[in-house]
C-alpha cells in the first residue's frame, strides 16, 4: 500500500513547443474528457504554454532544464535519470508518461496501478535479447530469453522503485546499450526487485505496433495506444473515430483547429 499522504498517480505529458499539431491537442484533450488526475506538462524553463492553458487552464507544469528537450537522446537521459522523477516521488506512488503520439481510449489507470507492477508499457512482439554483460562492459548471449516490455511513450512507472533501480544501475553500462524503455524492460524482466508486467497486461495497458495481433490474443481494447500516425494508421484510425466524436462533442472549438 502506498503511504497515506501520496496520491496514486501523475499524469506527465512531455511538450517542447509552443504550439501543439491537430492530433496533439486531440491527445491532450481526451485526457481532460477522460478525467485523468493531476496531468503535468513537462518541459523545458521558460517554455511558452499559453496555449495549452488555454485549452486546459488547470493543467499542471513542471520544469526542466532545456538541454533535456533538443534531442530524442537528451530527452532518453532525462527520463533514465533520478530528476525526472524525484520532483513526484513524496506525493505520488505512480508516474503515467503519455507523449501526444498517444491517445487513451479509456481510463484504466487506476486499475493498473492496484496491480502493482513496477513498469508497464506497450509489447514488442519479437522483442529484445536478454543480453548478460559481463564486467559491466561486453554483452554476450547466454541464452535464448527475450524481454517484451514495453514502450515508454504510453508507460505507467511506480516511482519507489523506478528510483531505487536507477540507484542500484547508476553506472551500469546498459543505460547507455539500451534506450531507456529498453533499458526498464530489460531489468523488469531480471531484477528481483523490479518487475514489468507480463505481455499480456501490457496489451491490455496500451499497443504500438502489431495491434491485431495483440488484441486476438487479448479479446480486448486496450486502455490507450501509441504512435498511431505512423503505425498501422488505418487500423488505428478506425478506433480512433468514435473517440475523436465524442471530443468534438464535448469540446465544440477542436473541431475549428
Not at 151 to 156: F, I, P, Q, V, Y
Request: aromatic residues 18%; hydrophobic residues 40%.
Amino acid at each position: 500500500m502506498p503511504p497515506a499522504h501520496t496520491q496514486r498517480y501523475v499524469t506527465t505529458v512531455p511538450v517542447y513547443k509552443t504550439a501543439p499539431s491537430k492530433n496533439e491537442v486531440f491527445s491532450l484533450m481526451q485526457l481532460r474528457l477522460l478525467e485523468l488526475q493531476n496531468v503535468t506538462l513537462v518541459c523545458p524553463i521558460e517554455l511558452d504554454i499559453s496555449y495549452y492553458l488555454h485549452l486546459w487552464p488547470k493543467l499542471q507544469v513542471q520544469r526542466y532544464a532545456p538541454e533535456h528537450f533538443i534531442s530524442v537522446q537528451s530527452y532518453n537521459d532525462l527520463v533514465i535519470s533520478p530528476v525526472f522523477y524525484e520532483p513526484f516521488a513524496h506525493q505520488y506512488e505512480y508516474l503515467l508518461i503519455y507523449q501526444l503520439d498517444a491517445f487513451l481510449l479509456s481510463n484504466q489507470v487506476l486499475e493498473f496501478c492496484n496491480q502493482g507492477y513496477d513498469y508497464y508499457g506497450a509489447p514488442w512482439i519479437t522483442g529484445f535479447e536478454q543480453y548478460h554483460f559481463l564486467f559491466n562492459r561486453w554483452p554476450i548471449r547466454l541464452n535464448s530469453k527475450r524481454f517484451h516490455v514495453g514502450n515508454g511513450g504510453l508507460s505507467l512507472r511506480k516511482i519507489a522503485s523506478t528510483l531505487d533501480l536507477l540507484k542500484r544501475k547508476a553506472g551500469h553500462v546498459s543505460k547507455t546499450f539500451f534506450m531507456e524503455d529498453a533499458f526498464f524492460g530489460y531489468w523488469g524482466s531480471l531484477d528481483p526487485d523490479f518487475h514489468a508486467c507480463p505481455p499480456l497486461v501490457a496489451a491490455k495497458f496500451s499497443l504500438e505496433m502489431e495491434p491485431s495481433y495483440w488484441m486476438e490474443k487479448t479479446a480486448c481494447l486496450p486502455m490507450g495506444i501509441h504512435g498511431f500516425e505512423i503505425w498501422h494508421k488505418d487500423f488505428y484510425n478506425s478506433l480512433l473515430k468514435e473517440s475523436y466524436q465524442k471530443l468534438f462533442e464535448a469540446f465544440p472549438q477542436l473541431q475549428n483547429i
